[in-house]
């Protein structure tokens, strides 16, 4: 390959544009544009694969996820009871209201039950008591149990 | 889950594209198909933003948002933009004209790279759960709130968590549950895969033609791959939301700052009406753009600014009527409790706050080197000569940063030095937003600092 081959002749051209002892400030920065350009090119090239796969893991695990672990979400890691939060929603109409009796430091609880009964509204008076944790005696004998589990919680409802 | 609720949610995003379509036309023009095809990541981001303000006021007045008041919102929105391009006497795109569209090579391998990018990001939000925790805390029963009761139900928005954050991502998750036909928490992180896609295609689609493709791919790619973005970009919340119209919103600022294209200004002031109405941060973001472009333009000020301030004013006038809503219901928590002169009585705080704020924007496992390169990038072409895109771009981030401090110092309730959990941290979630911002102004600065002055950058 000599000096006056093309290749060669543009390869000088292009690095000659990027020469840092070119007139002040002009070859300095385009010298940084180009070091600017190269990290740049390698950091994102290394991420690219690292995010694709990363990405990948995410879709495999979401697809062997159930059905019910795609349905309660956040609910999995506050550790809620699916099967007592499916039954109200079965046994509660939908333009429903409810009370949610929990313990004093389920305020995550509290609002998860919020968001996976809507459109089933929240109210303290409400005909249907959804003791989550609770003593269900607190309610006297007039709560009729409809679905109860061994982990005390415990669906039912008041009459009137 | 099913077949159904994505091919609505396809259908639906075809439709607000449409929307944006004709918003664009009206504003811009557009020359050609090909001029159509390149912007259409704009169009549709045009459509969301528009849709996501026009939702919001027609929350705010009461009226019933229904899968009809979704589509004739954008049919409304189309007819808007058809209107003013008839008033401006826009021509339509001619059918046949030869215009030039071929990719380079850096563009087509990037493009390449860029396509399975978001096909993996499609893929790992396709059967994604709802497990994050302010989405199903609040945003995501908000959204529900207004698809089963179609509006701003007073019991849950008053009792949800932060009743004052405004409600267009909320609205436009309700507009995805009708398109979808039930409210399908697992696919609606397809329509945050519609938003990502959408903010990449824009500020691809917008730029293009101005720099050269060496200098916006590999920064767009960089962003992308950014640990939090990949992580983090379909969670259905506000973050991501607000970072998309704050960069664009920025974005055309800057463009607007060097090419004097009003369309440019006006679609700006659509961004920041979104932003704002996005989240409460939308609020002191769209402040530092419209500061930040004020003292750029500090030379052609008699030109300019009454032009940025009728801007700025435009998007203000468009987020009021939220703000009379939760005020005149008596609900709290938009400002410090302490008030604005509050933090004055604790000034052992601006210190540990810069310096969270600091460790936040520059911790490489969430945004790799993006912010330092992006000051780099700033100085390269403040020493080549420009002035009006660096020094914009240096006020942009130098006041967003100060806001953020502001925010760690005035809201005492948060305890420093912050180092909580980067899932519900609220500094790196306002990180995001500058963050974004470099895929945008990145480009446009290293192609100042590449021809050497803002002269340049007058070409188009």
Redo the contacts between chains.
Sequence with gaps: MSRSDPVVVRVRLSLGRIDPRMEWPRGFVRFGVAAWLAVTVLLGLVYFGRAVDRLGGEATRNATSNFDDRAFGGGNALGVDKEALNEARGWIPARGTYRLLVGPDAADVRNYVRYFLMPRRPDPGAAWVLCYGCDPARLGDELEIVWWDAAGIALGRLPG | ?TVRALLGLAIGNVIVLGAGGCLLWGAHGLRSWTELARLSGFAYMIGVAGLGVALSLELVVGVPVRLATVVLTCVALALAGLILGRLLGRDAPPLRRRVSFGLGLVSASYGA?VA??VE??F??G????????D????W??KA??IY??EGLDE??FR???NPTYPPLVPALEAAAFHAMGS?D??TLHVQFWFFLTGFVAAVAGLLAPRVHA??LW??L??V????RV??RSLEPQADFMLDYFFALAALLVALWLVERRAWQLNVASLFLAGAMLTKRDGQLLAACVVVAALVASWGARRFAWPRIALAGGCALALAVPWRLWFTSRELHGELPASGFLGPFDHLDRPWPALQSVVRALLDFELW??VLP?TG??IA?AL???ARVLPLYAALVYGLAVTGFVWVLWSFTQLELPFVQDEGVNPIVRLCGSLVLLSAGLVPLL?DA??R?GDCAERRR
Excluded: H, K
């Design positions: 889950m790279l399975v990018y993996a990001v893929r790992a396709r059967l994604a759960p709802l497990s994050n925790y989405g199903w805390a609040f995501v029963p529900e709130a089963f009761f019991q849950f009792e949800l968590a409210p928490v697992v060496a200098l590999p920064v790619l960089l992308l791959v950014a640990p990949v992580a790799l080197l390169l780099l990038a390269l020493l080549a000569g290293l600092a590449w050497g």
